[in-house]
Nanobody, 124 residues
Framework: QVQLVESGGGLVQSGGSLRLSCAASGRTFSTYNIAWFRQAPGKEREFVAAILSGGVGQYYADSAKGRFTVSRDTAKKTVYLQMNSLGPEDTGVYYC?????????????????WGQGTQVTVSS
């Protein structure tokens, strides 16, 4: 089992950028697909981006395409989410999630490991 810890959230003005990090512990990180989800107050958790084990594929929600970039550094056991051109609609708690290869990368219930979340607030 991989343990995940997010960091990098904060308060940013509309149009600004943030880079979130998801640090993993455990020897099987390289075999894990990692995804980012976010949850705004009163809303369901939604898929943002995913990167497959070995970095062979990246996937994005329509709302993230062209603005967000997901990457992973296997040596550091860390996955990053670079977020640019942020708007108030991006406000929420961002979670990274991991699972062994396979499964639906955009479905929260398919993931077995979750971080505690990091708050992102975008002011208008």
């Amino acid at each position: 089992q991989v343990q995940l810890v997010e960091s990098g959230g904060g308060l940013v003005q509309s149009g600004g950028s943030l880079r979130l990090s998801c640090a993993a512990s455990g020897r099987t990180f390289s075999t894990y697909n990692i995804a980012w989800f976010r949850q705004a107050p009163g809303k369901e958790r939604e898929f943002v981006a995913a990167i497959l084990s070995g970095g062979v594929g990246q996937y994005y929600a329509d709302s993230a395409k062209g603005r967000f970039t997901v990457s992973r550094d296997t040596a550091k056991k860390t996955v990053y989410l670079q977020m640019n051109s942020l708007g108030p609609e991006d406000t929420g708690v961002y979670y990274c999630a991991g699972r062994y290869i396979g499964g639906a990368y955009y479905v929260p219930s398919s993931f077995t490991s979750w971080g505690q979340g990091t708050q992102v607030t975008v002011s208008s």
